[in-house]
């Protein structure tokens, strides 16, 4: 069975460019999470879906960061423009259903950014 | 704020077991205890999860304390596959935080050949 699926798996850009990450969640799963994971902050939620709707952004740092879930099997998370404080791992995973909190969560390979 | 604590590192030898330890003192009734690894430079991975009971499956085995303010999570016998960071998470029930993981720091886990 496929996983989730994130792309790109590493993207270097250049500070003020636009940066878009793309997710595929596991078929069949309505929650969709996007995370962070610095040295400094380790991982952080940054907003999360369900049922493609977003029901917590609490963790979106600043105005820059935007996220949409358009249909149950795409999500992107786009920066613009980007800042070198924006590198980072960003891991998108999903979950089965919501509101049972004995769920799983699984984890896609990540997209590595680095804005220089 | 994760809400537990876990020690930094812990190291093991391969083929031995592993005992790693967590709090989470304030925890609720209704709070899941989760544990999920980290590989390097991979995704975070589910390990196993309880409530009350103590839980067994082909990973691990978590053992729940009776008032449920700690937690150890059991790798019978450590590989070098099973170097990674542990985190130990709660997961709550109500509101916003339904599937909502919080990861604190973690426990880095070292097996030695």
């Known amino acids: 069975d496929a996983g989730v699926i994130q792309s790109p798996r590493h993207e270097v850009t250049e500070m003020g460019q636009e940066v878009t990450l793309r997710c595929k969640p596991i078929?069949?799963?309505?929650?969709l999470f996007w995370y962070r994971q610095t040295m400094m902050r380790g991982l952080e939620l940054l907003i999360y879906f369900n049922n493609n709707v977003p029901i917590d952004d609490s963790g979106m740092p600043e105005d820059r960061f935007s996220a949409k879930m358009p249909n149950a099997s795409f999500s992107t998370l786009k920066i613009q423009p980007s800042e070198p404080r924006d590198s980072a791992v960003y891991f998108c995973?999903?979950?089965?259903?919501?509101?049972?909190?004995?769920?799983?969560?699984?984890f896609g390979e990540g997209s590595w950014l680095t804005v220089v | 704020d994760a809400k537990t604590t876990q020690p930094n590192s812990m190291e093991s030898n391969e083929e031995e077991p592993v005992h790693l330890p967590c709090n989470h003192s304030?925890?609720?009734?209704?709070?899941?205890i989760h544990w999920y690894r980290q590989l390097p430079s991979q995704g975070p991975e589910y390990v196993i999860h309880g409530l009350t009971s103590n839980v067994n499956n082909r990973m691990a085995s978590l053992a729940i304390a009776e008032d449920r303010k700690s937690s150890t999570l059991i790798l019978h016998r450590a590989t070098l596959r099973d170097a990674a960071v542990y985190y130990c998470i709660r997961l709550g029930a109500g509101g916003t935080s339904y599937g909502k993981l919080t990861f604190g720091q973690g426990t880095i886990l070292t097996v030695h050949p």
């Open positions: 995973a999903s979950s089965p259903r919501q509101g049972v909190s004995g769920n799983t969560i699984y």
């Open positions: 078929s069949g799963h309505n929650s």
């Open positions: 304030t925890i609720s009734g209704t709070d899941y």
